[in-house]
C-alpha cells in the first residue's frame, strides 16, 4: 500500500555504542515531537541490526538492511542472505543503492535476483534507482532510470510489484549538498509511476511508495515530500543527526 516512508541509510557509519545513542535520541524525539503517520525506518549496518531493532522495542520505528545477497545460503563467505534478514524478523532491506552499484559492480540483472531473495522471504525491497550526473548532463536520464527499474523489478508480477518501496536518487545529489529541484524530483516519480502505469495498471502504480533520495535536509524536506509523486525520502548524511533526521521526518506533513 503507498505510504509516506521515511528511511535513514547509515551506511557504513557508527560504532555499536553511537548506534545505541542515535537510536535512543531518534526514538525520544520522534516520540515527542512525530505527529504524522510516516513510516519511519533505520537502515543500519548488519552487526547492529539485531541491538537497534531490541532497543526500538514495539516502537513505531522499523529496521532494514543495506543490502542481502541473491543467495539463501552456502559458501560465500562474508555475504548475508535475505532468509538471515527474515529470522531476525528485520521487514526492509534497500538493494541498488548506487554505492553497491559503483563499488561492488551490482547490476541490474543481480539486483533482479536480490529482490527476488529479498521477497522469498517476506522482506520489503527498498529498490534504488537514479542516474549519475553525465547521464543527466546528456539528457538521457529518464531513459536510464526506466531501464534500472525495467531490469530489475518487470520480471514480477502485479501482487509482487506492490511489495516494492522504490526510491529514486540521482547520484549526483547522493552525498553532494546537491539537491534535486522539486521539478526534477517530480518529474522523475511522475515517469516512474507512468512506466509502473503502463505495464502494471494505474490502480497498481497508485499503489507503490516511491520516495526521494539525494541530499534530503530539514530544509528541504518539506517541499520535495510536498510533490504529488514522492512519498517521502531516503537519507543518508542527515540521518547520522537525530536532529535533522526528525526535523526531516516531520517534513511529511
Ligand atoms: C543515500 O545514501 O541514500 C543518500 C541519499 O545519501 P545523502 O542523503 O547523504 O545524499
Known amino acids: 500500500m503507498r505510504k509516506k516512508i521515511v528511511a535513514g541509510n547509515w551506511k557504513m557509519n557508527k560504532t555499536l555504542a553511537e548506534a545505541q545513542a542515535l537510536t535512543a535520541e531518534v526514538l525520544g524525539m520522534v516520540a515527542d515531537e ?3 503517520d510516516a513510516v519511519i525506518i533505520l537502515c543500519t549496518p ?14 513505531r520505528i522499523a529496521v532494514g538492511a543495506q543490502n542481502c545477497s541473491e543467495h539463501d545460503s552456502g559458501a560465500y563467505t562474508g555475504e548475508v542472505s ?4 527474515k529470522s531476525m524478523n528485520i521487514p526492509y532491506v534497500i538493494l541498488g543503492h548506487s554505492e553497491r552499484r559503483q563499488y561492488f559492480g551490482e547490476d541490474g540483472q543481480l539486483l533482479a535476483k536480490k529482490v527476488d531473495a529479498a521477497l522469498r522471504h517476506g522482506l520489503t525491497p527498498i529498490f534504488c534507482c537514479g542516474e549519475p550526473l553525465d547521464v543527466r548532463e546528456k539528457n538521457q536520464h529518464i531513459e536510464l532510470v526506466k531501464k534500472q527499474v525495467e531490469e530489475a523489478l518487470f520480471h514480477l508480477d502485479a501482487a509482487a510489484i506492490q511489495k516494492i518501496v522504490i526510491a529514486y536518487e540521482p547520484v549526483w545529489a547522493i552525498g553532494t549538498g546537491k539537491t534535486a ?15 509502473l502505469a503502463a505495464k ?3 490502480t497498481v502504480a497508485q499503489e507503490i511508495s516511491i520516495l526521494y533520495g539525494g541530499s534530503v535536509k530539514p530544509d528541504n524536506a518539506k517541499e520535495l515530500f510536498a510533490c504529488a509523486d514522492v512519498d517521502g525520502g531516503l537519507v543518508g548524511g542527515a540521518s547520522l543527526k537525530s536532529r535533522d533526521f526528525v526535523e526531516i521526518i516531520k517534513g511529511v506533513g
Request: charge should be positive; glycine fraction near 6%; hydrophobic fraction near 45%.
Open 34 to 36: 512525530v505527529t504524522n
Open 46 to 59: 548488519f552487526p547492529f541490526l539485531l541491538t537497534v531493532k531490541n532497543q526500538l522495542g514495539t516502537n
Open 82 to 85: 535475505a532468509a538471515m534478514l
Open 181 to 195: 529541484t522539486t521539478a526534477q524530483a517530480q518529474e522523475m516519480h511522475a515517469v516512474i509511476r507512468q512506466q
Open 200 to 202: 502494471y495498471g494505474h
